[in-house]
């Protein structure tokens, strides 16, 4: 009974450590700018020019590679409801141009951000909003937020960023300005 304790084991072993280390197919892994990379990332800055579509503006925006969220600077927020859904109704305000956009949109969801530096949490609707980069344009969760006091009124979230671009903070305005023919302002 031994011996044959003895054997299974050796061969249990012997099977283990005779295997490869690793997967007999290992992933493919794409390098960004690589020749066969699908396509290279965006390389930008610590602020850029972000375009709304839907309102024709550019703002001013900090890219936050820490923030999971982007969020923009939106006064006299009203929830309401449509159809059964709940909606909100706000105010974008672009404190660079000195303009004010009404505009009202579906709430894809309620976002509970921590507060800094005490406890506790603030509530927060976010819109699907399109905004564009440069050249590339994407539908992406904003939430509404007073940005009172804050040098922009859009902050751009890893939402936004994830698989498209690679920050430099050493840079700023790297792209070309949303709807600009002769490129950065």
């Known amino acids: 009974m031994i011996l044959v304790r003895r054997l299974l084991l050796a061969l249990f072993v012997g099977m283990f450590f005779a295997a490869p280390l690793q ?30 579509p839907g309102i024709e503006a550019v703002f001013n925006a900090r890219i936050d590679t820490g923030a999971t969220t ?11 409801e449509r159809d ?4 909100a109704r706000f105010v974008v ?3 660079d141009k000195k303009k004010e956009y009404p505009l009202e949109r579906p709430v894809s969801r309620v976002i509970q951000i921590k507060k800094r530096g005490v406890d ?7 819109v699907a909003v399109d905004l564009t980069l440069g050249e590339v344009t994407r539908r992406v969760d904003v939430n509404l937020a007073d940005r009172t006091g804050f040098e922009y009124p859009l902050l751009i979230g890893r939402n ?3 698989g498209l671009a690679i920050v430099d903070v050493g840079k700023k305005y790297t792209q070309k300005t949303p709807g600009s023919d002769a490129g950065k302002p």
């Open 160 to 162: 936004f960023l994830r």
């Open 120 to 126: 506790g949490f603030t509530r927060r609707l976010a």
């Open 84 to 87: 059964g859904e709940p909606w």
């Open 70 to 80: 982007t969020s923009i600077f939106a006064i006299d927020i009203e929830e309401f």
């Open 23 to 52: 997967a007999l197919d290992p992933p493919k892994v794409k390098r960004v700018g690589s020749s066969d990379a699908p396509s290279e990332k965006l390389l930008i800055g610590e602020a850029e020019y972000i375009g709304i």
């Open 93 to 95: 305000v672009n404190t």
